[in-house]
T-cell receptor, first 116, second 107 residues
């Protein structure tokens, strides 16, 4: 099993450009998450999904959109990139819901995004 | 008060030392707790879950104190390979990662 994979691994954008980050998991997990990690800030939840066809906002959702059309995929979109969105983006998935014993999260390797 | 707080460190310890990290959380209704490890420029990986009765995995021991709302991680006989950032995770109705504690084990 590949676990959680993310594409691309690196990307440089110019301000105003758009892009989509793809996350895929082969563990049949219901829950999927997108985080960003900045120096000194820790991991912050952008959006999450509790199942195919569902999405919900996390702590820092502004400037991002997501879609979960298939259970195994969770897409993160930046419609008009800004320098403040320069960060490392991690996708994660879990079997169970938040606050349950089955909510151990498995992370992808991350996408390093720079917006100039 | 932040929802999950950790001493950022860095903790610099010699090989073989014992080191302990604490993590405090603000929501008394929090239901599950974890320690994750993150190596430089890598993704976080689960180190261990934290149970009410405390749990041990080799050189690592995790404990939960609900009354005082903190969890701890004890590492005995530190190895060079233990050098990493240790993230505390608290789940209630949302997942909250602490900012992490940096550990450097020195030869």
């Amino acid at each position: 099993n590949a676990g959680v994979t993310q594409t691309p691994k690196f990307r440089v954008l110019k301000t105003g450009q758009s892009m989509t980050l793809l996350c895929a998991q082969d563990m049949n997990h219901e829950y999927m998450y997108w985080y960003r990690q900045d120096p000194g800030m820790g991991l912050r939840l952008i959006h999450y999904s509790v199942g195919e066809g569902t999405t919900a906002k996390g702590e820092v959702p502004d400037g991002y959109n997501v879609s979960r059309l298939k259970k195994q995929n969770f897409l993160l979109g930046l419609e008009s990139a800004a320098p403040s969105q320069t960060s490392v983006y991690f996708c994660a998935s879990s079997y169970g819901g938040r606050g349950t014993v089955a909510d151990t999260q498995y992370f992808g390797p991350g996408t390093r995004l720079t917006v100039l | 008060r932040k929802e999950v707080e950790q001493d950022p460190g860095p903790f610099n310890v010699p090989e073989g030392a014992t080191v302990a990290f604490n993590c405090t959380y603000s929501n008394s209704a929090s239901q599950s707790f974890f320690w994750y490890r993150q190596d430089c420029r890598k993704e976080p990986k689960l180190l261990m879950s934290v149970y009410s009765s405390g749990n041990e995995d080799g050189r690592f021991t995790a404990q939960l104190n609900r009354a005082s709302q903190y969890i701890s991680l004890l590492i005995r006989d530190s190895k060079l390979s233990d050098s990493a950032t240790y993230l505390c995770v608290v789940n209630d109705d949302k997942v909250i990662f602490g900012p992490g504690t940096s550990l450097s084990v020195i030869p």
